[in-house]
């Protein structure tokens, strides 16, 4: 009989589906103080992090994830030079902000020190070097907090944090970051699922930035590990724009990236792919369509 | 406790990967000569169709498949009149076809009779009244020995059948088809999983069908009840085309279809979205981008 | 490959453990206004009765539960007329109080009945006759709102309800039933597993019946389907006595039950064997050994 | 949500169960040139050895197992002084069998050294010092070919390996066994699940050796990590005995292990429970009931 028997990561989505992902090594497990952090090997989706029982990102698709949040906000701004990236530990989301020369500063804030040091030790793919990279500021402590110290004004902000804000809370967090936006700042966001199956929590997420934000627009990317169309948002205060029109994307993709700038997943033609979403699924999150 | 404690269809995927979905209920469990039946009720994705244990289509997103499937080879085509539906036992390929007035005959041949009366008992919603429509024939037996009879030609034919044609059969079964298609006609596949957590099924069908026809191309939508990026493939004998360029998508949506055609997820910009590979999977599979 | 794929009903034991259940097929699903009730049929294990996701007995092994739950009782006891079942709505629990033609009244609490009603439409090897028998008494209702009434005293009480009676509630429901207790009555109980790798439910009740019960014994048998070894429970106000010494268990089977007493799993040796923990494990539960 | 989320050991158990261990950490993980070998931590079970995905021992319980696999066959002999275990990397019967001062010689054959110095370095619970013991030799070869050696006879042979040997290969094992044991000499076995929901393995196994031995006798005992009733065999080519009267277990177990012997689980009573099989099962694997 071939066998199930083996070992595995079991993710419980909801109280309706789970996922079992076998596994062949582990490389790490711990407890930081803030959460269980646990680095393994899958034989599907190669080295695997994976903190309080959820995958935060694999080897096979990382890339998918970071590049989708990262360039649609540094491409539809104007003129990114200073970036603060809230969470985002495994460093993979700085270094696709550091593609950009015209990025000046670059600051990541992350809650857990730890998982910064281990994602350098275990998953130096995940940053390459751009933890060492002249432009860039780690910061450990709380996004909050942080956002009240006297740190100056970004163009753009990537919020790379798995749970979402809720509550009162949320309002008041959301109101901390557009403050710290610049002129025509952007604000992206990784925002759970997005497709049929599950939109509640992205759903939930508009909402609290639309108190906020006068503009958000939600776009979505297929992350193979994670076994869902992921949802993103990017917000601004700046007037409205329209993220796939006027070949603005394609333009800027070349002059800011060039063609050896080593992405493997994003381009202008899948950045209009991925604002693309069904007029069903617009319609249930209250997205108007063009 | 919470508890996982329940009723679970279980889908494994491969010798790393599994998935539970929970069900609520079950509406029928039977033995067809061909294959295990079952219809049961998911609480996330409403009734589901479960054949050999591989879900086939589930009320939630069945008509992102079937809408993916049928629609980009209706639309590339000059003038559909009559269509050949291997497979498609549900009736829910055939429902999409007869979405066009166009079409004046769509002949759907499925080998498990118990498929189809099964699928008008329990599942209405899938074939709407497509299998009363007078321009509608079913035929219960093998579509390889269908192929041979004296049927005529075809302007599109669908392949809407779970397993994958392999081995030296794989040539003739695409030769066939390709025979019984009439000038500029085009056959759409169902064609596996596509992502880079699999695509290794969909370039194996890729490479059979570039036998038989001079162009062919991939595409791929998120079915959320699948937890993939599904495949499909769309090849033709006739000159080669450029399925996103040109208007000639939207144009044909709003002549053939209208406003009131009833679709949710198809649409000319979703019809560009889905022939949007990465350059990075585009790359994997073999098919030049643009 | 030789695939997992199907359906299955998974048993969350604890945080640390779970059980797969493969099933063919459901012959009842339904809410009553106390639980939710599923008869199901396993390949392995037959028909199943599931309340609330727990498994409650399979047609393979229920007669090992339920001879081990009643006999002890009934043969230590030296003349059992009057038989009080809490729960045990499926039947069999009356069905082998029944087999003594010493017993004169039997009665039955169970508060939902509507598990009574579909275990004697689709469990009917559960109950076989014993709900016809004259000699039963059938009561739907509170298990501990039923000992307030007036019905007099009992030679043996049966405690099958899955859940266990915790907190205050306990010593008041323990001293309940010791008052509805004849002379010398005895007390049997299902009391969760009982082994090393868990004791800690049974240590439990153990703990709160010895607040009111001047004698105990645990005992456990193992059940297939619970895949455990599971215990139960012997407690009396009387004098204490030792279950295995002394042969009167051997020579009281004889005389009340005869050779075609019908059972399959209990008899005189596997009454020893039944009573008979390693020292060890009575050690963790605070059981004198002999 | 309290969230089944986290690392699991899966055992696919046949084609109708499968049982999930949560896992919290990883010893040893790693391939010998016969099968992969696995040390985990269970919190439920403790460290557990997993070879080639199937759950070997644990620290929970693995006295039961061994206890009962080896001190039966040790008291029921009149006098052991050279004992064979076949199997039994781990040390753990070589461990329960020096127990016996009067043992003068025990040899361990295991065909994977790698089972042997992983079990000394991650198991040493295990083994205690069995392993430094002078009367122990340790052979790494297959079982098979060593009974061709010059090794003279032997008091107790034990039969402590996973597989079963099955088919005509059966028949020479079995017989070679039987010219390796001295006059009255014992064969003790791991026999395969032995309850209602699994015997058929060991049926064949007793059906095996019956063409061997005159004499046999099956016993079982609930061994919490492997979650069933686990079967032995006990066999000879003496005169029948039988295993349970006459108070012989009960001297000699004072005699030979006496009261510091450091046992958990085995003990004359329990001796005696394990040899109690209900007459169903005894009729199913077709043994006479005393």
Aim: glycine share 8%; net charge negative; aromatic share 10%.
């Amino acid at each position: 009989m071939t066998t199930l028997s083996g070992f595995y990561h079991i993710d419980q989505i909801d109280h309706h589906e789970f996922h079992g992902y076998a596994l062949s090594g582990s490389l790490y497990s711990g407890q930081s103080k803030l959460q269980t952090i646990q680095v393994v090997e899958s034989p599907k989706f190669g080295k695997m992090l994976i903190l309080d029982g959820k995958i935060q990102s694999a080897a096979l698709d990382e890339h998918i994830y970071h590049e989708a949040l990262v360039h649609p906000a540094m491409l539809l701004h104007p003129h990114p030079r200073r970036v603060l990236i809230l969470g985002g530990g495994e460093g993979a989301t700085l270094r696709e902000v550091l593609r950009y020369r015209m990025v000046e500063e670059a600051v990541m804030v992350d809650l857990d020190d730890e998982i910064v040091s281990l994602s350098r030790k275990y998953l130096p793919e995940w940053s390459e070097r751009a933890f060492e990279d002249p432009r860039a500021t780690i910061v450990c402590t709380d996004a909050r907090e942080f956002l009240d110290r006297p740190i100056g004004l970004f163009d753009v902000i990537i919020h790379d944090i798995t749970d979402r804000v809720t509550g009162d809370f949320a309002e008041d967090y959301y109101r901390a970051i557009q403050q710290r936006l610049a002129d025509r700042g952007m604000l992206a966001m990784q925002a759970l699922e997005l497709n049929l199956g599950d939109f509640a929590g992205h759903l939930g997420i508009r909402q609290e930035v639309e108190r906020v934000f006068s503009w958000l627009r939600s776009y979505r990317a297929y992350v193979p590990s994670f076994r869902a169309d992921w949802g993103f948002v990017l917000a601004t205060t700046a007037e409205a724009l329209d993220p796939v029109a006027s070949g603005i994307v394609e333009s800027r993709f070349g002059e800011r990236l060039g063609p050896g700038a080593g992405l493997r997943f994003y381009g202008p033609a899948v950045h209009s792919a991925l604002f693309t979403l069904s007029n069903e699924l617009a319609d249930l999150i209250g997205q108007k369509t063009a």
